[in-house]
């Protein structure tokens, strides 16, 4: 059996869907959230949809204990105040998986902006306030949220990974190999995080204009 992955954040739509499909894959899902009440509601919905599967419920402190992968999966206005709360308890070693977008929406402004983050991107932001020896990539910001939730939605797009070190991402890759439909594309070093958080503002663009649920996908690989 799989590693337990936790996902902080996962009462939210993106976080909710990963967990859907990674459950529905074997992998037991650690749902975190500062509401203990809502995280048990989160795994209980999981339950339902996905009977096979193995979810749980608990605080974002209890959560980040219980696997060596964590997805972080929060509003930009959240990062800060989540990773600082963590600070005491995410740990050596662990996979930090950082989805965070810095959309101006996070203060009242258009989801089709972005803010400008001191680091250089929101992933950055996620390095720098890590523990020491917690590795940090960057993923699943242009995945639709609506897309994994609905699991009977056949998925066929990429998963674009930042990272600086090689072993980190092809680790996350192997994750994102698990869910059909879902190909991992290594784009290089954390610090290239900031052009792909600003393709979400673009991808929403692109749906509100066309009325769709738009993904990326990247041609000319050979795998």
Known sequence: MPEPVCIVGATGA???????????????????????GRAREAAARADELVPAGSFVGLVNADAVTKAPVVILSVPFRSQSETLTNL?????????????????AAAVSGKATRTLGVWQGSAAQQAQEMAPDGVRVVSAFHTVSASHLSDLGQELDEDILICGDRREDKSELAELVQLVPGLRPVDCGPLELARIVEQLTALIISINARHKTQAGIKVTGLSS
């Not at 990963?18 to 500062?34: D, M």
């Open 14 to 36: 993106l976080g909710f869907g990963l967990g859907l499909r990674l459950g529905a894959q074997g992998v037991p899902i650690v749902i975190g959230s500062r509401d203990a």
């Open 87 to 103: 600070k005491a308890t995410l740990r050596e070693g662990q996979l930090l998986v950082d989805t965070t977008v810095p959309l």
